[in-house]
């Protein structure tokens, strides 16, 4: 793939999470894709991370990327960037980030996710709260 390639992936991920289209996500992962979260040190499936997003686009509204810095390298890509919602009761939530994404055949085949411990304990209370 070329850069442009992997980039348009990138954003093209990112934008279906904050339109709730979940089945673009699903589509932009290889079928056996891994995600890892460094909270817990787990890789979960693709299954798996389409269910916790499902679960997140119902609790959270007005999903937005800010600050993205978007980094292409060969066979993947690199994003940092704080996310920002708002849940259904007007209490907005954010979450600081960052991906690492291998990419094959135009499909994320691994996604890691970094997060600060502390942030994403207190981004849960607030979301599921």
Same mark, same amino acid.
């Given at each position: 793939?070329?850069?442009?390639?992997? #980039?348009? =992936? $990138?954003?093209?991920?990112?934008?279906?999470?904050?339109?709730?289209?979940?089945?673009? %996500? *699903? /589509?932009?992962?290889?079928?056996?894709?891994?995600?890892?979260?460094?909270?817990?040190?787990?890789?979960?499936?693709?299954?798996?991370n389409i269910e916790?997003?499902?679960?997140?686009?119902?609790?959270?509204?007005?999903?937005?990327?800010?600050? #993205?810095? =978007? $980094?292409?390298?060969?066979?993947?890509?690199?994003?940092?960037h704080v996310l920002?919602? %708002? *849940? /259904?009761?007007?209490?907005?939530?954010?979450?600081p980030a960052c991906?690492?994404?291998?990419?094959?055949?135009?499909?994320?085949?691994?996604?890691?996710?970094?997060?600060?411990?502390?942030?994403?304990?207190?981004?849960?209370?607030?979301?599921?709260?």
């Amino acid at each position: 793939m070329t850069g442009d390639e992997i #980039r348009a =992936l $990138a954003e093209g991920f990112f934008n279906a999470i904050e339109a709730g289209d979940i089945e673009a %996500v *699903r /589509a932009s992962y290889a079928p056996d894709a891994k995600i890892w979260h460094n909270t817990d040190e787990l890789a979960t499936s693709v299954a798996e991370n389409i269910e916790t997003l499902t679960g997140f686009t119902q609790r959270i509204r007005e999903r937005r990327y800010r600050d #993205r810095r =978007l $980094a292409v390298f060969e066979g993947g890509f690199v994003q940092q960037h704080v996310l920002h919602g %708002v *849940r /259904a009761d007007g209490v907005a939530v954010s979450l600081p980030a960052c991906l690492v994404c291998l990419v094959e055949d135009g499909r994320i085949t691994r996604l890691d996710e970094y997060f600060d411990s502390a942030r994403v304990a207190i981004f849960r209370a607030v979301a599921h709260a």
